[in-house]
């Protein structure tokens, strides 16, 4: 599909129906990110391949976005929003696969229903530094060449959210449905979050249970319980954050044991200038219930200077490091396998806001 047709006939199809939305706001937004990329490991014995990426700091995409007023303190809630590989022109997943869903919000919250993401995303992104970056970070997921990402749910089909902000407090809940004739619990997944801020400090805490299809054989589903902890504090020019994530995937043979892992993450932001920002990070993957020897427990390192050129356009470098044990392999990426026990990277681009 040709993307800017599309645009070009939702936006005239909005501008036509002005007098029924003469209460409405509605607004078309994205982000472009493009680096280049110079990173080792990417085959096996291979050296290092440099090349243009799309998303260093966040994923590039595009959106739409509105309200409309109801009356009475109520207003309709809507998104579309879709990913773009700028690298090469792509679309990344389906048109509006990042976020397809419409509701209403109040007094009393906001419920959504559709395509969106999860409660368990919406309330850790705060508490990752490097704020779920393509390049790097691991808060999200981890390394791809491990027996599992050890991951939480990012994003749901069929979800229905809810969130209500009261005081220094936040609450969430999503319910993901499976629409399996075997089960609703097939397929299904549930989260729920809390978090607090007040002044320099703020404390959050989510948990998850995902649950896949049945399976014929065992007349089971696999379920993965994740839980999630954090903690920042921010003085002055700086910004702490501290997070953990407890992993358990039980699989549906009985007889085989669960994937298990705990990730634990810190970093420190520095506002240096007004125009530039500094950020560390450390992620510690611990796994769990493997064979002596057998488990990787990967550990990365990133560290990552913006400089902002305006209020809407960044110029950064990322550098990161990761680093296997037992010899098993490593990847800095959430989707793209390493091929050594060992991974580096280096990563300078622009990204604009719209």
């Known amino acids: 599909m040709n993307y800017t047709t599309?645009?070009?006939?939702?936006?005239?199809?909005?501008?036509?129906?002005?007098?029924?939305?003469?209460?409405?706001?509605?607004?078309?937004?994205?982000?472009?990110?493009?680096?280049?990329?110079?990173?080792?490991?990417?085959?096996?014995?291979?050296?290092?391949?440099?090349?243009?990426?799309s998303g260093g700091m966040n994923n590039s995409r595009f959106?739409?976005?509105?309200?409309?007023d109801l009356g009475n303190g109520l207003k309709a809630v809507w998104q579309l929003e879709g990913g773009l590989l700028t690298d090469t022109g792509n679309s990344d997943g389906g048109l509006f696969r990042r976020q397809a869903n419409v509701g209403i919000e109040g007094s009393y919250g906001r419920?959504?229903?559709?395509?969106?993401?999860?409660?368990?995303?919406?309330?850790?992104?705060?508490?990752?530094?490097m704020s779920y970056a393509p390049y790097y970070s691991w808060a999200s997921g981890g390394s791809a060449s491990n027996v599992s990402t050890y991951s939480m749910t990012t994003s749901a089909d069929n979800l229905l959210k809810y969130a209500l902000e009261k005081g220094p407090f936040k609450f969430g809940a999503?319910?993901?449905?499976?629409?399996?004739?075997?089960?609703?619990?097939?397929?299904?997944?549930?989260?729920?979050g809390v978090s607090y801020s007040n002044g320099?400090?703020?404390?959050?805490?989510?948990?998850?249970?995902?649950?896949?299809?049945?399976?014929?054989?065992?007349?089971?589903?696999?379920k993965a319980s994740v839980f999630h902890v954090g903690a920042m504090y921010s003085s002055g020019a700086f910004k702490w954050q501290?997070?953990?994530?407890?992993?358990?995937?039980?699989?549906?043979?009985?007889?085989?044991?669960?994937?298990?892992?705990?990730?634990?993450?810190?970093?420190?932001?520095?506002?240096?200038m007004p125009a530039l920002l500094l950020t560390g990070?450390?992620?510690?993957?611990?796994?769990?219930?493997?064979?002596?020897?057998?488990?990787?427990?990967?550990?990365?390192?990133?560290?990552?200077?913006?400089?902002?050129?305006?209020?809407?356009?960044?110029?950064?470098?990322?550098?990161?490091?990761?680093?296997?044990?037992?010899?098993?392999?490593?990847?800095?990426?959430?989707?793209?396998?390493?091929?050594a026990d060992t991974q580096r990277g280096i990563m300078t681009g622009i990204q604009h806001r719209f």
């Open 111 to 129: 419920l959504v229903a559709g395509r969106s993401f999860t409660t368990t995303y919406d309330f850790m992104v705060p508490f990752d530094p």
């Open 200 to 222: 320099a400090l703020s404390l959050v805490s989510t948990v998850e249970r995902a649950n896949g299809n049945n399976v014929a054989a065992t007349a089971r589903h696999d």
């Open 6 to 53: 599309f645009a070009g006939a939702l936006v005239a199809t909005l501008a036509v129906t002005g007098p029924v939305l003469a209460q409405s706001n509605i607004a078309i937004y994205g982000i472009l990110d493009n680096g280049i990329e110079n990173l080792t490991n990417t085959a096996p014995g291979s050296g290092a391949v440099t090349r243009v990426s």
């Open 174 to 192: 999503s319910y993901a449905l499976g629409e399996q004739s075997t089960g609703t619990a097939d397929g299904a997944k549930y989260q729920a």
């Open 281 to 339: 990070a450390v992620y510690d993957q611990d796994v769990k219930n493997l064979a002596t020897n057998a488990d990787a427990d990967p550990v990365m390192y990133v560290a990552r200077a913006r400089y902002a050129l305006s209020k809407r356009t960044d110029l950064y470098l990322t550098a990161a490091k990761a680093k296997a044990k037992h010899g098993k392999t490593v990847s800095l990426s959430r989707n793209e396998a390493g091929f």
């Open 63 to 68: 959106g739409f976005r509105g309200t409309e």
């Open 242 to 272: 501290l997070a953990g994530r407890s992993y358990k995937n039980e699989p549906n043979n009985a007889t085989l044991r669960a994937v298990r892992a705990n990730l634990y993450w810190a970093g420190l932001t520095w506002q240096a």
